[in-house]
Every structure is written in structure tokens, then in C-alpha cells.
């Protein structure tokens, strides 16, 4: 008897990479039925905060609000080592202006808006989802945007200004990469299969990056208009050595962030990191 396990990520092409082996079952998981739920990444927080699936991609952010139900898993991480979610404009203006602005956000459990809310607490801002968000931008709806996902590499194209990069930002603050997404676990599975589910998942990542171009051919429908050399700088970026495992800068650079949050009254309480 298989037993189901429901995994949620977003639909975009690190997601893709990551978890193609086990879409696509190259690797062995023995009575575990791995199910994919695909949705972009403010729904999965909302779902996740309810316990909705076994396993799921949240932002670090949202972590703070359901570390109750959920461990991190120790692998699948997304982090920007001085690059991140970029803040753009449809003219030339300064971070330190963005104060007087309004915002467009994807969503305000998103770590790219919390990174945002530590340099400028006080910003104003709007929720459009994160595919609009380059179109809202020109279209002079507001007056900056707030960048995840392929937009990061596009938003030249659309004649956009780069203000400020969250990642660059982080990294000048602290010396660590920023953490913006990871994958969570539910802790009712209990100790042994919370263990099995780390490994599988695990093995799918190390299966696409020891198979790159299977990987990245798998991950390409998901790229929303980006050709093959961007997804493969998008793939670079967000899947890599710290995805296989956090290790202690990772760990440390989680720690940092959510401490900073509880300082500057982003989040309600410290939250205590356990990693599977």
C-alpha cells in the first residue's frame, strides 16, 4: 500500500529542476507516492499556515507564522548569495525615495517584502500578483515594483530601473546570503518519515544537478518567456550548493533574517529553527 505525499512549489523553473526527479520518478521512493500541487508562492504561505500539505516551498518570511506545524527541511532552499528580489522603477530614482512611494509587492508574506520592510520599514505598498507586477510598473500603475521569480532578468527588457537589490543590500548588512524560500516539512509525519521524505527529496535535487541538461529541458516549460541561457543563470542562481544543503552559513544567514524581523516587530515572536 502506497502511502500519498502531497508536495506544493511554485510553478517557475528552480522549483522545476528541483523537484524533477521525483516528478518525473526517476529515483526510487519505495510506498511513497509523491502527488505535486503547483501554485505561486503567497497562496502556498496561506495553505501552508493551515498545514494543507506534507511538504511544501514557503518563504522564509511565512515561516515565522507556522514553525508550530512545520520543520524546515534541510535541503531545497532558495538563496541569493548578493543578488535577490530587486525593487524597479519605470524611472531612475533612489532607494532612499522609495519612502515616498507605493510599492507593488506579490504578496505580504513574501520574504522579498519582508528584506524590503528591513530597509525601509516604513513603506507603502500594494499586492498585484508577481507576474503583473513588470506590466504595473510601465504601465505607471505604481510607482516601483517588487521583483521574484524570472522578472529579476527581464525587467531591462521592459525598460526598467533597478533601485535597489535586496540581495546586494543583505549581503553589504550582514556578510550572508539571503534566504527567500525553503522547503517545509509537517511534523505530525513523524521523526522516521519526516527523515525519508528529507532523503527523497534530497536525491532529487542532487539527480538535477548531476543531470543538468535533463533537468533544465523539464524545467523550460516553466519558464515563462525566458530563453535557455536565462533559465539557466535563473536555475544557477537558486539551485546550487546551499539548495543541496544549508550548512551553517545557510543556517546562520535563516537566523539572522528572522532574528532581524523579530527585532524590527515584522514578525510577532523569535521563531526556533529545527532542520530535518
Sequence with gaps: MKKDIHVAHSPDSDDAFMFYA?????IDTGDLNYIHTLSDIETLNRKAM???????????HAY?????KYALLSCGASMGKNYGPIVVSAKPIQAKSLVKTTVAIPGTLTTAFL???????AIQH???PFDEI???VQKGKSDAGLLIHEGQLTYRDQGLYKVVDLGEWWLEQTDLPLPLGGNVIRRDLGKRMMSRVAQDIRKSIQYGLEHREEAMAYALQFARGLDTQRIDRFIGMYVN????DYGSEGKKAVKKLLSEAYK???IPERVALEFV
Excluded: C, N, Q, W
Design 22 to 26: 521525483l516528478a518525473t520518478r526517476k
Design 50 to 60: 493551515k498545514g494543507e500539505f506534507e511538504v511544501s516551498a514557503v518563504s522564509f
Design 64 to 68: 515565522a507564522y507556522m514553525s508550530d
Design 115 to 121: 528584506a524590503l520592510r528591513l530597509l525601509e520599514p
Design 126 to 128: 500594494k499586492v498585484v
Design 134 to 136: 513588470l506590466d504595473e
Design 241 to 244: 550548493d546551499l539548495t543541496l
Design 264 to 266: 524590527k516587530k515584522i
